[in-house]
């Protein structure tokens, strides 16, 4: 019972810290970490430090002085350990981890937006299947860009779009920009290398690629729920833009041959080929996928070992790609090609590092609360029955909780992992742990609200109200995360992949 006053405590921190006090991530989770390591007496360490052992030592169930001497001694010595020790351990940890991913996926995501990756992307997708469904382009293109670009980032770069849009045909504005919020904010929560899901997936232990296919998978479903509501409310409200500025961002050709007429005749500038755009998303899918099968083949065994499937090694080929991208169509702006590579990498290592901070101060968080020991109170009071299925309602029901909370869908995410990782090693689950690394992502996105910063964005950037947005970022990001949550549960009952 008192791990579980400890946890509250930690949670309570980030909520109070992020909504009221307006503290900044890494700080609130820091400050959560050091309270919950602080506060945790060594009865409780001790009784972690004695579960994880009997997994290899059953005399460790009899307690400490029946273990061998250099197993008591190791863990007299983590016993020993200051609370902020094993705060900074657990940050250095995540950082070893997933840190040299995060900053690969920064690098990739800053050149698609500065070579001109991006536009090509988004104007291939208008041009293959027309403006009368652009929208249907708006939500493919938003969703393969969310893997290495943030949410926020990709809506200011396609809502000049959407605006452009509604000039031309003059309905369907809400639409449009819906469209853009649906495609890009599942990806975000549900498919690596974005932080949120980054993080889930190595602490419930499932690798990149199942974590890729999973989440591509449940994101498409939540997504065609969530086009379906943004009809259904295109259909019943009119809303158009307070403001609308001519012309689009990508130029009068964007549409191919549905122009957009501007009042400033620009030369568009050179775009790398769709084939170019897409390497840098494609190359780490594919290394990841195909390394480890090269192994059948004796001919291929030096590359296989070389790139073996490791997702730093195929962020890195594929940051490599990005950054020739970058040289070869945005070098003339600069002195040179390697100063406009200079240029991208600084800015994409300042955004980098500080997601590596949020990340890792997350990880700080979730290596304190398992050493509460919480997980053990909490898969003994679940029924041996239906543990795995309550496990995957506790995962997204606490997932969504914190984010109501605290605004965050990577916070809740990170946060909610901590708790829910633990325990799903004390359990035998029926079924893959994708399925719960698909629970925690889809728990992130109910119930945004005024303390979500990408709330504001929609809403000021879009032109809409305050009300409206309730009425379609909110319900549409509750209706996308309720929906991949059932899609999540009904996959883990009748296709538990074990």
């Known amino acids: 019972m008192f791990s579980a006053v400890i946890l509250l405590c930690g949670i309570a921190t980030v909520v109070v810290t992020i909504a009221g006090l307006r503290w900044h991530p890494i700080l609130a989770l820091i400050a959560a970490a050091a309270l919950i390591a602080a506060i945790t007496p060594r009865s409780v360490l001790e009784q972690y430090e004695l579960h994880a052992v009997a997994r290899q030592d059953p005399a460790a169930r009899k307690g400490l002085d029946h273990l061998a001497g250099s197993t008591r001694e190791q863990i ?61 382009a708006f939500v493919a293109s938003g969703f393969v860009l969310g893997v290495p670009v943030f949410f926020d980032t990709i809506f200011f770069l396609m809502i000049p779009l959407a605006k452009s849009l509604y000039l031309k045909t003059r309905k369907s504005y809400l639409l449009y920009v819906m469209s853009i919020v649906v495609g890009a904010t599942m990806a975000h929560s549900l ?49 158009v833009p307070d403001t609308v500025e001519s012309p689009s961002i990508f130029g009068p050709a964007a549409l191919g041959s549905s122009v957009i007429t501007s009042s400033a005749d620009t030369t568009p500038e050179p775009a790398p080929p769709l084939w170019f755009a ?150 035998s689950l029926p079924y893959h742990s994708v399925y719960l690394y698909l629970a925690i992502g889809c728990g992130s996105k109910p119930l945004p609200w005024m303390n979500d910063s990408g709330f504001w964005i929609v809403s000021r950037m879009s032109g809409m109200t305050t009300v409206e947005t309730f009425k379609t970022f909110t319900v549409a990001l509750t209706v996308m995360g309720c929906v991949g949550f059932v899609a999540t549960l009904l996959g883990a009952c009748f296709l538990p992949l074990r």
């Open 191 to 239: 498919v690596p290398p974005t932080p949120g899901p980054l993080l889930v997936a190595k602490e419930v232990g499932i690798d990149f690629w199942a974590a890729v296919l999973g989440g591509s998978i449940v994101g498409v479903i939540s997504v065609a729920a969530g086009y379906a509501y943004c009809v259904w409310a295109n259909r019943r409200w009119t809303i």
């Open 278 to 427: 897409l390497l840098p998303i494609v190359i780490p899918l594919a290394l990841i996928l195909v390394g480890p099968q090269l192994n059948h083949w004796q001919s291929y065994h030096v590359l296989s070992t070389a790139v073996g499937g490791d997702k730093n090694v195929a962020l890195t080929v594929a940051a490599i790609a990005a950054m020739w991208m970058q040289a070869v169509y945005r070098g003339e702006r600069s002195a040179s090609a390697t100063s406009s590579i200079w240029q991208a990498t600084t800015s994409a290592m300042r955004d980098g590092a500080l997601t590596i901070m949020i990340t890792a101060s997350g990880g700080a968080l979730g290596t304190v609360i398992r050493q509460t020991d919480i997980a053990d109170v909490i898969a003994s009071s679940m029924p041996q029955e239906s543990s795995g299925v309550l496990l995957l309602v506790v995962a997204f029901v606490v997932t969504a909780l914190v984010r109501c909370a605290q605004g965050s869908a990577t916070v809740s995410m990170i946060t909610a992992v901590g708790i829910i990782a633990p325990v799903a090693t004390h359990l």
């Open 76 to 136: 007299e010595a983590n016993l020993q350990k200051r609370p902020l020790t094993r705060v900074i351990e657990g940050f250095l940890n995540t950082c070893k981890s997933i840190g040299w991913v995060i900053a690969m996926a920064a690098i990739i995501g800053k050149c698609l937006l500065q070579s001109g990756a991006a536009e090509r992307i988004i104007r291939a997708a208008l041009r293959l299947v027309g403006e009368r469904r652009a929208p249907w």
